[in-house]
């Protein structure tokens, strides 16, 4: 495994292009964040008000100063968290295309994208079979994508350079903004950057470890505000949230043995959660496995998996390039001490 540098500031390419999707779209994600916050047993709507201050100060002036152009709504406009990674990164992972972007022929940014498709979709895709129009017309009808993002993806593959030279302009036109919204959190932000420093320094964080762990290209960690409670995993950047270590204390604070063993049960009263342990209990899966098998869609066996790997019962590991969940057997285990403990 690669030595993995743990990057000590925001990431301006990164955040920017973080904030344009969440600028657009800061609704929604705080519906999500709340349901998340009620998850794990807190008062979710109460907690995001209280805790997520400097995260929406933060959405809110780079919003005010936020430019805009054409691209804007091709790249941003959909509400699509796994288009949006697909597309961004790219620029993520390539920075130097900033400068030297006029320099990158088409072809690979085709194959860029299709990569990434297959990664994130995590479906086999031979990228020398993707090369003509017709190629791409047909790879695309037979993808699990919805129509919207069938649609984009075309017009993006016929003119790759079109579409990503506005991207890297929208970005360059908003480091401004991002640069202003930081300034206007730098405080708060400093203290959670120290926080944020000492957690990887001891690996605080065991599941977003468990995937660091199984990924071998990974390269660097970068804090995120952007995407606050949450863990991006790129091929060499990955992105930790800098609120994810105030949301894991509140839990640890109000979920006591007590109400984490109802959350256990809340997880495993849910007949979807119960049939995909019973799945895995045969062997481990990967999300669309999981997803084809119970007849759920991809989206909805993550929200689902995200809850099992908060309760301890799963846990994964990269394999191939694709991320496999693993029943937690110590997690069950542990389960029948606590249970032991309440009704024994």
Known sequence: MLMIQVKENLDPIFET????????????LELQMITVLNELGLDGKNTFQQEFTMYRKYVEIFTEDKRTNEYDDFFFGEYDNDFFFMMIEILVEKQELFTTFTEIPSEQLKREIIRRYSEIYEEDVDISDVNDFDEIFSFLTESKLNDSVK????????????????????VKDNLFAFEKARETVEKELADCLEIYQSRMKQKQDKVFWGFIDGMTTVQYINPTLAFAAS????????????????????????????????MKFKALGDSSKFEILLSLKDAPKYNLEIAETLGLSASTVSHHMNALLVCGLVSVRKESGKVYYHIEKEGLEKLKEEINQFFM
Do not use: F
């Open 17 to 28: 292009l973080g904030l344009l999707y969440t600028a657009r779209h800061a609704e929604t």
């Open 151 to 170: 649609w984009k993806l075309a017009n993006l593959m016929k003119n790759p350079k079109k579409y990503y030279q506005g991207l890297v302009n929208l």
């Open 231 to 262: 863990q991006v995993l790129n091929e060499t950047n990955s992105y930790y949230g800098l609120l994810s270590e105030r949301i894991l204390k509140l839990g640890n604070d109000k979920v006591i043995a007590k109400e984490a063993l109802v």
